[in-house]
């Protein structure tokens, strides 16, 4: 079992940076993937970017926030970061963390992580 608990949202210029954290119970936090989903009003849920576990710790970005997000985990506290940089509008959304195992072609697939948090809402607007 593991519990996710997303914080660090906001409201923030366009052009402005955020740092969103995942942190997670569990001893076994490390052998899962955590990906980042994000869920505009009106929107489906898009995959933002993942993190895989079991000391793989390869690193995956949708095309959309490639060269501006950085994802980066600490296993020793449970936690993974997400910083968001040159943020615009349309990143404006509800932002989940989710675990789970899936194989690399899976990765963006949102219907392969078990586990969830709660969100936390990112604002971006003058």
């Known amino acids: 079992q593991v519990q996710l608990v997303e914080s660090g949202g906001g409201l923030v210029q366009p052009g402005g940076s955020l740092r969103l954290s995942c942190a997670a119970s569990g001893r076994t936090f490390s052998r899962y993937t955590i990906a980042w989903f994000r869920q505009a009003p009106g929107k489906e849920r898009d995959f933002v970017g993942a993190?895989?576990?079991?000391?793989?710790?390869?690193?995956h970005y949708a095309d959309s926030v490639k060269g501006r997000f950085t994802i980066s985990r600490d296993n020793a506290k449970n936690t993974v970061y997400l910083q968001m940089n040159r943020l615009d509008p349309e990143d404006t959304g509800l932002y989940f963390c989710?675990?789970?195992?899936?194989?690399?072609?899976?990765?963006?697939?949102?219907?392969?992580?078990?586990?969830w948090g709660q969100g936390t809402q990112v604002t971006v607007s003058s």
């Open positions: 993190v895989r576990g079991s000391g793989g710790n390869t690193y």
């Open positions: 989710a675990a789970g195992q899936p194989i690399l072609s899976a990765l963006r697939d949102e219907s392969v992580y078990r586990y």
